[in-house]
T-cell receptor
Framework: KQEVTQIPAALSVPEGENLVLNCSFTDSAIYNLQWFRQDPGKGLTSLLLIQSSQREQTSGRLNASLDKSSGRSTLYIAASQPGDSATYLCAVSNYKLTFGKGTLLTVNP | EAGVAQSPRYKIIEKRQSVAFWCNPISGHATLYWYQQILGQGPKLLIQ????????DSQLPKDRFSAERLKGVDSTLKIQPAKLEDSAVYLCASSLDLGDRGSTDTQYFGPGTRLTVL
């Protein structure tokens, strides 16, 4: 059974800092890995999708890496802003999406 | 482009009552998903439809939950009777892919329905 773990559970940083969110998964037989953002009272927004054959994906200030063999992914956020405050969820796909519990990020002005 | 629509946004019921949630996916999306997200947890897949057929309902509590997707478009998720532990946000998502070889396409999520069972 696939299990996804996200560390840390919560993170508070001052504005402008670069930060890294971590995700690990137990079964490396995945099709892809996705990072989502969830704002309070709202649904999930897909940020980045990394296919199993890829090593990383970038979108603006976000960079996600994937090491399938070791079951790890990181989401790097550069020059964080208060608007980045949200819960970030990692999910792996091996037929269906399995989510981690998320990291609650707070960026303080 | 219109996103995934869900209604109602909030629902409060007593235990043992019944409740239904509605979802309208993005036009043209073949695959529709219902997830349950309990506070502090990640979403858990309840059921996955490909057009109007069920692809995966292995985590759906079938003694009380049911879902249908008529004509391969809108979908309804029903709980009858509700229990206290059903309190959660119910998320609907859709994607372009056929879902038969894994979720290879991006899933687009609706805003969710927050259910409180008293």
């Amino acid at each position: 059974k696939q299990e996804v773990t996200q560390i840390p559970a919560a993170l508070s940083v001052p504005e402008g800092e670069n930060l890294v969110l971590n995700c690990s998964f137990t079964d490396s037989a995945i099709y892809n890995l996705q990072w989502f953002r969830q704002d309070p009272g709202k649904g999930l927004t897909s940020l980045l999708l990394i296919q199993s054959s890829q090593r990383e994906q970038t979108s603006g200030r976000l960079n996600a890496s994937l090491d399938k063999s070791s079951g790890r992914s990181t989401l790097y956020i550069a020059a964080s802003q208060p608007g980045d405050s949200a819960t970030y969820l990692c999910a792996v796909s091996n037929y269906k999406l399995t989510f981690g519990k998320g990291t609650l990020l707070t960026v303080n002005p | 482009e219109a996103g995934v629509a869900q209604s109602p946004r909030y629902k409060i019921i007593e235990k043992r009552q019944s409740v239904a949630f509605w979802c309208n996916p993005i036009s043209g999306h073949a695959t529709l998903y219902w997830y349950q997200q309990i506070l502090g947890q990640g979403p858990k897949l309840l059921i996955q439809f490909q057009n109007n057929g069920v692809v995966d309902d292995s985590q759906l509590p079938k003694d009380r939950f049911s879902a249908e997707r008529l004509k391969g478009v809108d979908s309804t998720l029903k709980i009858q009777p509700a229990k206290l532990e059903d309190s959660a946000v119910y998320l609907c998502a859709s994607s372009l892919d056929l879902g038969d070889r894994g979720s290879t396409d991006t899933q687009y999520f609706g805003p969710g329905t927050r259910l409180t069972v008293l």
